[in-house]
């Protein structure tokens, strides 16, 4: 599917969301697309937020497009050259790995420089019987754009656009040819 009929299909303020991608995009046409929605609750109110990725040969456009009260929307907009991506990670769900078959789920991670998720525990030593503070360990990752698809909930057509974006991203990114 490409990706202004996504966008469309997706069916969150589509005309404005195509709007804001074409001005970021200028003439360049999308190589691939991902688009997810998502609802979020706030003090007994339901918002919904659409995130979209649109890889070109040159750069990376991240819109991230949020439902206001009183019915309007807020999108805003990332525009980052493909040479800023520090790197992706993937996470692939397979129901029969055996035979490397079955992909119902990838999470993409994309490291644009800029945001890091940093996740805490508490430190512990080896006496099980100690009481004392150890402080805090932790881990930081780089979390600027993630998207979780699952063919179960988005469709297989969205997961197999997501193995699209990771195809051209791989190969903008010099380690697969096309």
Known sequence: MDTWTRIERGGFYPKAVQRALRRALGTAE?????????????????FRHLTVASLTDRAI?????????????????????VGDIAGYSTMEVYTDPENASGLSEMTIALDLKGARRLELEPARCDDPNCMADHGL????FPDDMTFRISAAADGQDALDEAMVFVDHLAALMGTRSE
Do not use: N, W, Y
């Open 137 to 140: 360990t932790g881990t930081s």
């Open 30 to 46: 999308p190589l691939a697309t991902l688009c997810q929605v998502d609802t979020g609750f706030d003090r007994g109110s339901v």
């Open 61 to 81: 456009v991240q819109l991230h497009v949020d439902e206001m009260d009183g019915g309007s929307a807020t999108i805003a907009t990332a525009v980052h050259r």
